[in-house]
């Protein structure tokens, strides 16, 4: 592959975007059978079955309105990798997708398990988004169109590169687009809240569309002394460290622990329990563990309960102290407490 020096090494000369560095367990997939192996796989061998629906409980949110004190951070969880952020005195969503289905179509694609732990209606006035990638499970037409209906202007939207387009045609304008590294700040009534783009092992695919056209992020908040990780969507990689210590300590550290079966298949990709807990290690081992992208869409293989029960483990294996460690509810609301120090 030629490479321009000039280039970032996650550009590519054709304006699409890779991996910078090698994935382990990328060549096991290798080959364009590895969906059909999959299906394949699934047919023959079968998988767990679905959880019945009072698997999931749902607990009434504690959201401070209009918004919290500038020094608070402040996490709701409304399932999957969809966050109430109240962070630097303002609100911010993550991957925000309030709609039945994770897929481009209505009546067809997973669906929830339970309806989402914040109602629609009663969101505070939102500041921001925060969109990690353009796959359905963290980017959702309906949702965004819903968003920008009820916000306006007032909504920042914050992306890696390669969305104002599409968010354009929403008819979505205030956007900024970071690469990896790139920061920005996003501000409200409530105070203000500084934004870092930080690498994550991941890919892009939305429709008929090239693979890897957009880029795909994790991000950092920093506000009022204090810092969260939302770790997007990513494969355990080797850049943890690295992102901790430029841009930590973190008093939260938000992870995916599901979507890792078949493990030959979406290793690269989606990190399970074991590897989201390594990863918070590297990040610096401390602040809240949050686990996140598990017990709302069905998109894989693993039997949907089985996250938070390996998460636990791995937690305890590694001899971390058990407050740290939430695994919230759906609608579930914590006040994350000040590191030890900080
Ligand atoms: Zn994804
Ligand atoms: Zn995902």
Same mark, same amino acid.
């Given at each position: 592959?030629?490479s ?14 890779? !991996?910078?560095? +090698? ?13 059909? =192996? ?11 079955p679905? +959880? ?7 607990? @009434? +949110?504690? &959201?401070? /309105? ?9 996490? !709701?969880?409304?399932g ?18 309030? *709609? ?11 669906a /929830? ?22 796959? %359905? ?14 916000f ?6 914050? !992306?890696?590169?390669? %969305?104002? @387009? ?19 700040? &996003?501000?409200? @009534?409530?105070? *203000? &809240?500084r ?17 890897n ?15 969260? %990780? ?5 494969? %355990?990689?080797?850049g943890?460290? @690295?992102?901790?210590? =430029?841009?930590?300590?973190?008093d ?10 078949? =493990?030959?298949?979406m ?9 989201? &807990?390594?990863a ?7 602040g ?7 017990? !709302? ?6 039997? +949907? ?6 998460? =636990? ?10 407050? /740290?460690?939430?695994?919230?509810r759906?609608g ?11």
């Amino acid at each position: 592959m030629t490479s321009d020096p000039k280039l970032p090494a996650h550009h590519l000369p054709d304006g699409r975007f890779r !991996t910078p560095w +090698p994935e382990e367990g990328a060549e096991e997939r290798g080959g364009g059978g590895a969906v059909l =192996r999959w299906q394949w796989e699934r047919l023959t061998h079968g998988r767990a079955p679905d +959880p019945p629906p009072d698997a999931f409980p749902r607990v @009434e +949110p504690r &959201v401070a /309105r209009p918004r919290a004190p500038a020094d608070e951070v402040r996490l !709701t969880w409304v399932g999957h990798s969809t966050f109430l952020l109240q962070v630097g005195g303002l609100n911010l969503l993550t991957d925000p997708v309030w *709609s039945r289905r994770a897929s481009p179509l209505r009546w067809i694609g997973p669906a /929830r398990f339970v309806p989402p732990g914040l109602a629609w209606d009663d969101l505070p006035p939102i500041d921001a988004v925060l969109v990690s990638h353009d796959h %359905y499970d963290h980017l959702d037409d309906d949702t965004v169109r819903r968003l920008h209906a009820r916000f306006g202007a007032a909504l920042h939207w914050i !992306t890696p590169l390669a %969305y104002r @387009e599409w968010l354009g045609d929403r008819g979505i304008t205030r956007v900024t687009e970071l690469d990896w590294w790139d920061e920005a700040t &996003v501000a409200g @009534e409530g105070g *203000s &809240v500084r934004v870092a783009c930080a690498p994550a092992q991941h890919w892009t695919r939305r429709g008929p569309r090239e693979f890897n056209d957009r880029l795909w992020a994790s991000f950092a908040l920093t506000a009022g002394g204090r810092r969260v %990780y939302f770790g997007g969507d990513s494969g %355990y990689f080797h850049g943890y460290p @690295e992102i901790g210590r =430029r841009l930590g300590p973190f008093d939260a550290v938000l992870m995916p622990v599901g979507a890792y079966d078949p =493990r030959w298949f979406m290793r690269p990709a989606h990190m399970n329990p074991e590897e989201a &807990v390594r990863a918070y290690g590297d990040l610096g081992g401390a602040g809240d563990f949050v686990a996140m992208h598990w017990g !709302t869409f069905r998109l894989t293989d693993e039997d +949907p309960l089985e996250p938070p029960v390996r998460t =636990r483990a791995a937690w305890r294996e590694a001899g971390l102290p058990e407050e /740290r460690l939430w695994i919230p509810r759906h609608g579930e609301t914590r006040v994350v407490p000040r590191l030890a120090g900080g």
